[in-house]
């Protein structure tokens, strides 16, 4: 009896302490983010100065800008590509499927540096001048093996014979598609496009070797600020890791409101 | 009855491995056809080469006297049950079965009134808003058909459609099966594997082994002559010898000669002989045409099966007359129930 009630006591001190340790730093960043002074380890009183400083900034609301310009952009593309050749590759041969599967995979388990140089001198050895439209082209590029790869299960899961059943009932190709594949894959692709733009908001280390003219987004202009301190990063950084928290939300919760929704019809 | 579709020398073929060995077939108006025969042997490609899925390697498929090898599946009068039903997941039972409707753009109103007529029609009224994903397997199966039905095709394909299902529920749907397609009046082409569903609701019965056509015929022709001895052997138990004919009326099995109705062949051709186990009647010894000792004997709820071991084979009997075991017996039967087939390759 006491021994187990020991283990409860020390799981529970286990749990609380690894939690505090993942969000104490981002705790106490969204706190001083409304703090009345420029100090990050006093408290002088609450206060949005920092907000309004952080909206008044060119720069940090072109960094803002961009970064979600990019994102959607790189998330709404990625998200067709990478979904239309899911579907391809569930329709080829075995051989041709693992293959592209592997190719696939590749620049995933790539360290990320080594896909940032190698985009960087490929833009540099094209002569493409960088900025927004190679920043662009670098989200795409490394957000599409992720979209391929989450909504390739959902495709396996599929009965084999489902689009032939839409065809046999005088469905074209284009309308099986349509009416029966998409919407039964349609979890999956939600959850690629989520995993799409969230890769794509937060990137820092591509984005900073694709991107050049002073195109810059928030990460780029977090980092290049950070040697200097100023508050108005907590206020940009807890802006984020609402947007990022809200994502995740949805991404989680979407399950759950689906069943329900089910449940509801019946 | 019209000629309704036509395989000529249909032949295919899976990375240079020979499928469908010159399949040609006549099906006619409002027949119910089955092709019969074991796993592996090219029935679902010949089904989907017919749906429009794959297209044949070579030969030709005539629809309604016209050559339909470049007509897409969905410009095909032809709608298919699937063997594992492809019914969509996302959609309930009312949109599954109005979607070939929807697709042509009837009206609304045009397609409640099929929808109700085709859940009527397979016993599903009420069920309009269930998801398909909670119904059970003999529901869905009653959806499939419905879904294909409503669209009026000119043929329904079914691909095993029952190998699903358990024992007493397939029964049931046999008979249900047969029920519609005489109410629809349209022609059903049948796939299984299993011999007894094929001669119980077949008015036409092709049997098929290894990419060719054994046999074409009604169950009667297909179980009481056997044109080989594979489908003597498929179609049910049998005794199955081979042995020659010695001249009209004679053939030669187990070194003794035995009457039968069957001539016109050369002297001494090699056949095949099949006596099926019902026309074996077990008597006293020195009345059979064949001895033999009774090995087992097994009830079968309607008659024994009984083996009786000769010198040069093993016969299985069925018989409502239990014989004991150890017992010497006489075999009879009747001229006629002496089947003389070919041997294949001859
Ligand atoms: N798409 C395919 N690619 C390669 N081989 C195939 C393909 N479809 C069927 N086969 C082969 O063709 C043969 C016949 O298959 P099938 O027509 O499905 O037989 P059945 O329906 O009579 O069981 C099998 O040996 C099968 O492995
Ligand atoms: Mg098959």
């Known amino acids: ?266 | 009855m019209r000629q309704l579709i036509e395989f000529k020398n249909v032949v295919k073929e899976f990375n240079g491995v020979l499928v469908l060995k010159g399949i040609n077939l006549v099906i006619h108006e409002n027949e119910f056809v089955t092709l019969l025969g074991p796993s592996g042997c090219g029935k679902t490609t010949l089904l989907r080469i017919l749906g429009g899925f794959i297209s044949q390697s070579e030969g030709e498929v005539f629809f309604d006297g016209i050559e339909i090898s470049n007509v897409p599946p969905y410009k095909r009068e032809i709608n298919t049950v699937f063997q594992r039903y492809a019914l969509f997941p996302h959609m309930n039972v009312y949109d599954n079965i109005a979607f070939g409707l929807n697709i042509k753009k009837q009206d609304k109103n045009t397609i409640k009134q099929k929808v109700t007529r085709m859940l009527k029609l397979v016993g599903l009224e009420g069920y309009e808003n269930r998801p398909v994903t909670l119904m059970s397997g003999g529901q869905q199966q009653r959806v499939a058909i419905a879904r294909a039905l409503v669209n009026e095709p000119m043929v329904l394909l079914l691909d095993e459609p029952l190998g699903a299902l358990d024992l007493k529920l397939r029964k049931e749907m046999q008979h249900e099966l047969k029920k519609i397609q005489q109410e629809v009046g349209i022609t059903f082409i049948y796939v299984t594997h299993d011999q007894e569903e094929a001669l119980t609701m077949s008015d036409t019965i092709v049997v098929m082994n290894n990419g060719e056509v054994q046999q074409i015929g009604t169950p009667t022709d297909i179980y009481n002559e056997p044109e080989n001895r594979f489908v003597a052997d498929f179609i049910g138990e049998s005794n199955i010898m081979e042995g020659v004919m010695v001249d009209d009326y004679r053939v030669r099995f187990d070194e003794t000669d035995f009457e039968c109705i069957d001539s016109g062949y050369t002297e001494m051709t090699p056949v095949d002989i099949v006596l099926r186990p019902e026309d074996i009647d077990i008597v006293p010894v020195e009345m059979g045409k064949i001895k033999g000792i009774v090995q087992s004997s097994l009830f079968k709820g309607v008659h024994f099966e009984i083996v009786v071991e000769s010198p040069y084979r093993e016969y299985i009997i069925h018989t409502t007359d239990n014989a004991a075991i150890g017992q010497e017996v006489g075999l009879h039967f009747f001229p006629e129930d002496i089947h003389i087939m070919y041997k294949m390759g001859y």
């Open chain 1, 1 to 266: 009896m006491v021994g187990s009630k020991n283990r409860k006591l020390t799981r529970f001190f286990l749990i609380a302490g690894v939690l505090l340790f993942f969000y104490a730093p981002i705790a106490s960043l969204m706190v001083f983010s409304f703090n009345d002074s420029r100090s990050l380890t006093s408290w002088a009183g609450f206060s949005t100065q920092w907000y309004t400083a952080l909206f008044a900034n060119r720069e940090m609301m072109s960094a803002i800008y961009v970064t979600l310009l990019v994102a959607l952009l790189s998330t709404f593309i990625s998200t067709v590509v990478g979904t239309l050749t899911a579907i391809g590759i569930s329709k080829s041969r075995k051989i041709i499927r693992e293959l592209i599967i592997n190719v696939n995979n590749f620049p995933i388990l790539n360290p990320e540096i080594v896909t940032a140089i190698g985009l960087m001198l490929l833009f540099s050895s094209l002569s493409i001048e960088k900025g927004l439209i190679t920043m662009l082209v670098a989200h795409i590029i490394f957000s599409t093996p992720y979209v391929i790869l989450t909504v390739l299960p959902k495709l396996r899961g599929l009965d084999p014979d489902i689009a032939e059943a839409a065809m046999d009932l005088g469905a074209t190709p284009a309308q099986a598609l349509w009416k029966v594949i998409i919407p039964l894959i349609m979890p999956g692709v939600i959850s690629g496009a989520l995993l799409a733009f969230t890769m794509s908001f937060d990137d820092f280390v591509i984005s900073y070797f694709v991107s050049g003219n002073g195109v810059k987004n928030i990460s780029i202009l977090v980092y290049t600020m950070s040697k200097r301190i100023n508050p108005t990063i907590n206020a940009l950084s807890t802006i984020l890791v609402v947007i990022i928290t809200f994502v995740l939300l949805i991404v989680n919760l979407l399950p759950f409101l689906k069943k329900k929704e089910l449940r509801g019809a019946e």
